[in-house]
């Protein structure tokens, strides 16, 4: 059975970083694109990017630039490492298995001074 763990969140100043981590269990991780999306209180469920087996990337525009997928296929992991994060990336995180509906359980980041 697939299993995602998200890690990393907490409360960080406007400007500040955060690294979120992913561990996956029970899949063949480096046959998968995964990806990572967000769910601000009272909002949709918004996509970030995704990152295929190869390491290649695609990005949102509202986190282009700053923000960064990196995996390590030998480790099952992946990660978010989020830059010059702003009040309005507040929001609980969530890996996935990219188009399956494998997902974490997700990991809260606030952005607030």
């Known amino acids: 059975q697939p299993r995602l763990v998200e890690s990393g969140g907490g409360l960080v100043q406007p400007g500040g970083s955060l690294r979120l981590s992913c561990a996956a269990s029970?899949?063949?991780?480096?046959?998968?694109?995964m990806g990572w999306s967000r769910q601000a209180p009272g909002q949709q469920r918004e996509f970030i990017g995704t990152?295929?087996?190869?390491?290649?990337?695609v990005y949102a525009d509202s986190v282009k630039g700053r923000f960064t997928l990196a995996r390590d296929n030998a480790k099952n992991m992946m990660w978010l490492q989020m830059n010059n994060l702003k009040p309005e990336d507040t929001a609980v995180y969530y890996c996935?298995?990219?188009?399956?509906?494998?997902w974490g359980q997700g990991t809260q980041v606030t952005v607030s001074s």
């Open positions: 029970g899949i063949i991780f480096d046959r998968f694109t």
């Open positions: 996935n298995v990219h188009e399956t509906n494998y």
């Open positions: 990152i295929n087996s190869l390491g290649g990337t």
